[in-house]
């Protein structure tokens, strides 16, 4: 049994546990489906009219820690189908007994009904049912197909998270159920760390610390999903698109810019029409009878200003990048935070090339991925998707070879971690998914590279080749951020709010002790002088104590701090208060002449340090 | 007489003579209108069969100098309405006939069938018509309100200018007519510049420019009114967009970001609905019920993020900016170019103060347009929108009061040459035009600055005074280029394409007299070069001849262009080619280094210079 089995056996022996103590609890108890899930497990339970909340946790979490001592043994039987039946009539589960009817007339297991990633609970594949298995451990019998651990003290470390409301079967006419919720891990220190991890995860939510911050807002009058960026949020915004910019103009990249609506027709003559013309949305002109869609996607539009003149072999690679807005239709409920939106602005590229140019490409833009995470201290590691023997796929196999090839020598050639998945290339090309670990150690999916040989076919793109043939170039889709409100949504997770010095809203704050016109005139000739080096500076005017003020800059998460009074005017220099996380040891409490001070914080920001140097 | 009322007395007298010279040359013509018109007048005519043609031209010129050298005096008579009637039928002349018909029965003039521009021919005012007015010279007669010239020697110089179908009355249902057009001035000299200035504004029409010099692409797929920019256009309005925000955010701005479609919800509040939701392009979800609009406006945005927190007396102004796009449903015969697009790209800003920081911050924004506006070297003058005792304004008037009085103050202030027109504020708040005067004499109404009592208001916009209680703020609204788009369109023709250095797509362009290691490595080390000191240079890669390259230079109005042979290997000096509107007199020729020629130029970039230094 591999590791993740083993924990796998572990999680479904305690939803067995669970239940056991639910039905130690309230004998009445009707039991649904049990399955494993992500990180643990959950059962579904009716009891009637017994609410269960989290004030009863205590309780179950005893009575498991009784069955547990217990050291019941998972005991396995089995039962012709009919049987079945009759012994969920006589121990009155009429869910179970549900479950076993579907099961006598479809032959199929009823885990359909539960997501991909949980486990069905009942049995194994399809055809014809003549036996079903049960699993008892002391007094309580579940249906069940397995495996489990030996015995009831084998099932680690665990803790009941959350209680919520579940049709049966997913159904909104069915009765509703109880979802009990709970985590499990083969240690206690394991099941420590995610539940730190999990408070931690709910202090950085992006949503809180959006308002904490002062970074984004919404408005019932706008919608959801349209989230509007206040100054510091936009400062974020700015700075991070405009990096992943310069990276890409350093290897030759040009900005173009589209309008967000088009006739529908560019999106017939692509292809996306027909595969997501539902999702898209329409926009209707009072004035005309011209139908208009806003832009999913801008590679598209990109192709039309390829196309706006011959090119010839030595034009290429022609490459584009714009940093533009596109629309997705959500539905309403699928909303939230930074997360998922409607309005989604991507720093997008493509690139226009020959199939011998796709490596160093592709290598430039791996480069730029690598340089930029670094930057913003997220680990990389890259999945490559391939195509398989399947007939899905358009484009000459003989280019998707070469391609690949030259994907996996790109990353191979930048030192990317790597991995490769075939059959899961898209249907016009193989891609490379970068996948960034967050400090809360959750993996995400944000930049991708993806190589396209179907839309220039079909936008009719070509280029005059060295021996005067007409061929078609390669396209090479680019987001390095992917999407910058979900990035955002991860990033400020990932850094609680205290962003590094370049990417900070407000980079030094100004604490002036009382107004005099000589104070006045000092903090003036600061705030000029930061001005002047770019640095982002704020003197905080509230009518506040020197001591409050402190607080909010902390509350803010401002990198530098500080107070200017008599002494700071007499020595004419400052002793800033560097926020902890980039404080580096033993250089604390230096005074620093304000040209000094400044200057640091400037060279900072350009060499995008990730600590501090004062 | 005014000098005006004499241009106006002559044109209008040009316009009988070039009926009279039609007559003579084709006795059947029927005769409509002729009014006066911006630069000149016309005449509507319909000669049966007859086709006038450009071909026509100088025959009717001829016949109408003829008319001109006999000096008939223009004679004024009145007849009774229904003699006059008599006279039109006697004389064959049905449209005429069709006008007095008119103004028997009606008692007003037949002149609100005209644009607002053109001068009414026949009668003034409204009211019963007894008498009407006729002008004879020679042997033709009109029906005309007059003045004319004494004698029709005294018409200046004149020149036909073309000829277009125009149905009578403007009425798609009615006959079509010739519409033939003549510009005249007083001089000779007079009529050759506008001559001159027409076959310039010809050639530097923008949208030819625009495929010559490749700054945009429109595309059927996508539709009309919406420009795509290519990597040069692109350049243009990064430059411009930049600069324009550069200057604000010295004044404390700062930027924000908005979604670009709301639901209509926002425009209901703030009162755009009622007034403008027939030109607002609808936007449908197809995943869920909602509605939304594509903004044609950002203040009502921009107001929620000033509401998203408490704000006090200490923390106004509170200054918002952000270049963003609006949609403008127009209709498709509309559209054409730059001038008139869909989609429209705004440097909007808004501005929420306290009643007493009004002039400061006009002030700032004056400063700004006045820096902007000599950077492109265009002329300013203002217009101060004032309220007149009219209902129809909202707000407090003492309000208006001091605002009016602050608005001249900051102009005044800042030294602008300006004027005032009471009536012609909005009825939220005065307001400030800039007008523009380009290269070829036209005033362009570009950037304005709009104050605005009423939003604040809908919004419930509020701050905490010094005394504690809750007051509104005041809004302005402000855009320094206007839209992008427009401004680009009127900047294309104004500069012709010569754009100065800072804005030019292309500095610098390498040309290489041939391939060799030397000669690429010192190219690689001269573009090496550019690129650190962003400086924006292009080698040319393509297989033709020397003097070709030099002449693409040439038709691109690069600023620079530098031949790279044998020599400039030798000497490692380059002569840069000066483009001719950008050389000083006596500082051609010179051979810079390479460190010298680009630093140059990055300083001429940095201080936005009009004139070249090298």
Redesign the interface.
């Known amino acids: 049994m591999s590791d993740n089995d083993k924990l796998q056996a572990m999680r479904h022996s305690l939803a067995h546990i669970t239940a056991a103590a639910v039905q130690r609890l309230w004998p009445q108890a009707k039991f649904g489906v049990g399955p494993v899930v992500k990180d643990g497990f959950y059962y579904d339970i009716d009891i009637d009219k017994v609410t269960i909340s989290t004030d009863d946790f205590a309780k179950i979490e005893a009575e498991m820690r009784k069955i547990i001592e217990e050291k019941q043994a998972f005991e396995r039987s089995e039962k012709q189908i009919d049987d079945a039946i009759g012994w969920a009539k006589e121990a009155k589960q009429p869910y179970k007994e549900e479950l076993l009817n579907d099961l006598k007339r479809s032959g199929t297991t009823v885990a359909s009904d539960l997501n991909a990633d949980e486990l069905g609970t009942i049995a194994d594949g399809e055809g014809v049912v003549e036996n079903v298995s049960f699993y008892t451990n002391g007094d309580f019998t579940d249906l069940c197909r397995g495996p489990h651990v030996g015995s009831t003290s084998e099932v680690g470390a665990f803790k009941l998270l959350r209680v919520a409301g579940a049709y049966w079967r997913g159904k909104e006419t069915n009765p509703q159920m109880q979802r009990l919720y709970g985590v499990a891990f083969e240690t206690k220190e394991q099941l420590d760390h995610y539940l730190e991890l999990q408070e931690q995860a709910k202090q950085r939510d992006h949503r809180k610390l959006g308002k904490e911050l002062?970074l984004f807002?919404t408005?019932?009058?706008?919608?959801s999903g349209?989230?509007?960026?206040?100054?510091r949020?936009?400062?974020l915004?700015?700075e991070l698109t405009e990096y992943s910019n310069d990276l890409r103009e350093n290897y030759g990249f040009?900005?173009?810019?589209?309008?967000?609506?088009?006739?529908t027709?560019?999106y017939e003559?692509s292809g996306h029409q027909a595969k997501f013309g539902?999702?898209?949305?329409?926009?209707?002109?009072?004035?005309?009878s011209?139908e208009?869609v806003?832009k999913p996607m801008n590679c598209?539009?990109h192709t039309?200003?390829y196309a706006?003149?011959p090119r010839?072999y030595?034009?290429l690679p022609v490459r584009?990048l714009e940093t533009t807005?596109v629309?997705r239709?959500?539905?309403?409920g699928e909303l939230g935070g930074l997360s998922r939106v409607?309005?989604i602005t991507q720093d997008d590229s493509h690139v226009f090339c020959r199939g011998d140019q796709i490596e160093q490409e592709i290598a430039n833009l791996l480069a730029a991925a690598s340089e930029i995470y670094k930057a913003v201290g997220m680990d990389l590691r890259v999945r490559l998707s391939y195509r398989d023997d399947s007939d899905g796929y358009l484009g000459d196999p003989a280019l998707w070879k070469t391609a690949q090839d030259q994907l996996r020598n790109a990353v191979e050639a930048n030192g990317l971690k790597y991995f490769e998945v075939e059959g899961e290339a898209a249907f016009y090309g193989p891609k490379i998914d970068f996948m960034a670990t967050d400090a809360l150690e959750r993996e995400h999916q944000l930049a991708t590279v993806q190589l396209d040989f179907v839309q220039p076919d079909r936008f009719e793109l070509e280029y005059i080749s060295d021996d005067g043939s007409r061929q078609t170039p390669v396209m090479i889709h680019c987001a390095l951020l992917g999407s910058v409100e979900r990035f955002l949504s991860v990033y400020i997770e990932h850094t609680g709010g205290k962003f590094p010095v370049w990417l900070a809203p407000e980079q030094i704050r100004v604490i002036q002790v009382k107004d005099s016109p000589e104070l006045d005139a000092f903090v003036d000739k600061l705030v000029a002088l930061a001005k002047e080096n770019k640095v982002r500076i704020v003197v905080d005017?509230?009518?506040e104590s020197v001591g409050k003020k402190i607080r909010a800059a902390e509350v803010l998460k401002v990198p530098y701090s500080v107070v200017i009074g008599e002494k700071e005017l007499e020595t004419g220099k400052l002793t800033p208060r560097v926020r902890k996380d980039l404080a580096v040891e033993g250089r604390q409490d230096e005074a620093y002449e304000l040209e000094k001070l400044i200057s640091s914080i400037a060279n900072e920001v350009r060499s995008r340090a990730q600590n501090s140097s004062i």
């Open positions: 002062d807002v408005s019932e009058l706008v919608g349209l989230p509007l960026f206040t100054p949020g936009t400062v915004r700015e040009e900005k173009v810019w589209i309008p967000h609506i088009t006739k027709a560019l003559k539902d999702e898209l949305f329409l926009v209707k002109s009072q004035e005309t011209d208009f806003l598209p539009h039309r200003i706006s003149k010839s030595r034009d584009y807005t629309y239709d959500e539905k309403t409607r309005s005017r509230t009518n």
